[in-house]
């Protein structure tokens, strides 16, 4: 099947031992049944560390992590020793695939690398180009997508089209978009929608606090608050929203051919590229508001959220409170 993926994507690259957020720190490490047979025969030292650094529950194994929710095979460089012996061949699925994502179609399948790897979220922020899918690798089939992901297709693009139409500045193509998918009589309070992603299940407590601190800003700015007050920022900046809703876009609608909710979908990416402006402005009071910022923001945001699919699925259900 042919697969296709963003322009930025060739461009990605792990930081390994020059992250600052590494993803073998804080998140549990599943194991698929493939790796587990492997490392269950595995000889040497290594192989008797792999077996004794893996519990399993109800049929399903992962590693167990240190004290410090670390990665028993995170060395003290930051560096895996798997990886080191073995190659990255050797490495268990997800992270093999970490930060990847894939979407299935019919005709195709498109990936793309998430942004709760802070590698990615700088590189998906400071790319500056409108981003297309590209063709990475065809296999000669000529699979033909049926007419209902035909129809998304044409909805994206439409949505795309909306989002990368730089003769408006982002507040305003994101405004637009939901005024189109909200019901006017029952439109979104930014002091509500940051209270309902507050109450959400939280993985970082340092996310919760600027969570409360926006909302307590937004507050104090009374009635524009109620009006979905945006801020004020530089308009060199809005290409880094711009990629940001892009991303939401080619990641989360593509559920919607099976789930039928593309414009909670769509609403998803808009509301979530606009949390992020409003983080953004916050921050603008204390420091001068770059690509950084918003790279350190947006990896946040999705590791809170959008990585978690219990989150997602409850904005999503808290979603169709609005739609038309």
């Known amino acids: 099947m042919d697969i296709y993926v963003p322009d930025y994507y060739n461009s990605f ?9 590494s993803c073998c720190v804080g998140w549990e490490i599943d194991i698929d049944e493939e790796s587990y047979q492997r490392y269950s025969k595995m000889e040497g030292k290594l192989g008797k560390r792999l077996r004794e650094c893996i519990a399993s529950e109800d ?6 992590l240190d004290g410090n929710e670390r990665c028993p095979f995170l060395n003290d ?35 793309g690398i998430g942004l709760s790897c802070e590698a990615a979220a700088e590189l998906v922020v400071c790319h500056k180009e409108k981003v297309g899918m590209r063709l990475l690798t ?45 019901r006017t009589e029952h439109g979104m309070c930014a002091v509500e929608t940051i209270g309902f992603f507050y109450e959400l299940e939280c993985l970082d407590p340092e996310w919760r606090l600027l969570l409360q601190e926006l909302k307590q ?5 009374g009635t524009e608050a109620e009006e979905g007050f945006m801020p004020v920022l530089p308009n060199e900046l809005d290409v880094a929203f711009e990629q ?13 051919v099976w789930n039928g909710d593309f414009w909670e979908r769509v609403l998803f990416s808009v509301i979530g590229t606009e949390l992020i402006m409003l ?17 350190d923001l947006v990896r946040r945001y999705s590791a809170e959220v959008e990585y978690s699919e219990e989150n997602t699925e409850c904005v999503l259900r808290w979603l169709t409170n609005f739609l038309k």
Request: negative net charge; hydrophobic residues 35%; proline residues 2%.
């Open 13 to 21: 690259a792990c930081k390994a031992d020059k992250c600052m957020h």
């Open 59 to 64: 049929g399903a194994y992962r590693f167990v």
């Open 244 to 256: 940001i809703a892009v991303y939401f876009v080619y990641r989360h609608t593509a559920d919607s």
């Open 279 to 295: 983080l953004c402005g916050m921050l603008a009071k204390k420091v001068k508001p770059d690509e950084s910022i918003i790279a």
């Open 217 to 221: 800003q937004l507050e104090r700015n």
């Open 138 to 182: 065809a296999d000669g089939e000529n699979e033909v997508c049926d007419t209902g992901e035909q129809t998304f297709f044409e909805l994206r693009e439409q949505v795309l089209g909306v989002l990368q139409n730089r003769d408006v500045p982002i507040a305003e193509r994101l405004e637009a978009l939901k005024s189109s998918v909200c």
């Open 77 to 111: 460089s930051g560096l895996c020793d798997i990886i080191i012996e073995k190659g990255e061949d050797c490495l268990c699925e997800i992270c093999r695939y970490h930060p990847r994502y894939r979407n299935f179609f019919s005709d195709r399948i498109e990936m």
